[in-house]
């Protein structure tokens, strides 16, 4: 079985500071992670995603996430906030089982001024 | 192209309407779902179709009535629906079979029951 925790419901920062968004999680199998941004009404879009290549993944918009497997941690960074990157976060894991994929409970992310 | 496209973006239905959601994907991917998504909550999964049969449901109520014509095309058909079936309906498409794709998400259908 797998499963997501994201370990901060809210976050908020400065425009121009760092951000991190913590995610741990619990799978049988070796998984496939990935970090998803939701804009107001909007689809999720894919920020990144770890599929057992290179542990220290790159995505867009300067994001970036490292696979930690004895800490069983997928934690998101940003060196430095942008207003735009106010939204709702999603970390999720698959495994091999079958095609569902497990979602985090979300983090929100405000970025004041 | 990479896009997944949904319509429409916004309904508004009675509790006695038949109406239906529709997806599309151009990118091949034989795996398609939908999900329902509420206000601050993640996207819960009601659908799986696999190469065109449905292989997931997580126990949707019969009002909610999935449907895959073709690899390319899922629709969701609604029927008597309840005031508490109001939300975001998200449709995804996986191109690889097993764990290591990801979802490509359309924008989602916002649906008002009154």
């Known amino acids: 079985a797998q499963s997501v925790t994201q370990l901060d419901s809210h976050v908020s920062v400065s425009e121009g500071t760092p951000v991190l968004l913590r995610c741990n999680y619990s799978?049988?199998?070796?998984?496939?992670l990935f970090w998803y941004v939701q804009h107001p009404n909007k689809g999720l879009q894919l920020l990144l995603k770890?599929?057992?290549?290179?542990?220290l993944v790159k995505g867009i918009n300067g994001f970036e996430a490292e696979f930690k497997k004895s800490e069983t941690s997928f934690h998101l960074t940003k060196p430095s906030a942008h207003m735009s990157d106010a939204a709702e976060y999603f970390c999720v894991v698959s495994d091999r089982v079958d095609y569902k994929l497990s979602f985090g409970a979300g983090t929100t992310v405000t970025v004041r001024a | 192209d990479t896009e997944v496209t949904q319509t429409p973006k916004h309904l508004v239905m009675g509790m006695t309407n038949k109406k239906s959601l529709k997806c599309e994907q151009h990118m091949g991917h034989r795996a398609m779902y939908w999900y329902k998504q509420k206000a601050k909550k993640p996207p819960e999964l009601m659908f799986v179709y696999s190469y065109e049969k449905l292989s997931i449901n997580e126990s949707v109520p019969s009002r909610f009535s999935p449907e895959c014509p073709n690899s390319s095309l899922l629709n969701l058909h609604l029927h008597a629906l309840q005031p508490e079936d109001s939300a975001l309906y998200l449709c995804?498409?996986?191109?690889?079979?097993?764990?290591?794709?990801?979802?490509?998400f359309g924008e989602g259908s916002r649906l008002t029951v009154l």
């Open positions: 799978s049988s199998y070796s998984p496939s």
């Open positions: 995804a498409s996986r191109g690889a079979v097993g764990a290591r794709g990801e979802l490509f």
């Open positions: 770890y599929t057992s290549a290179a542990t």
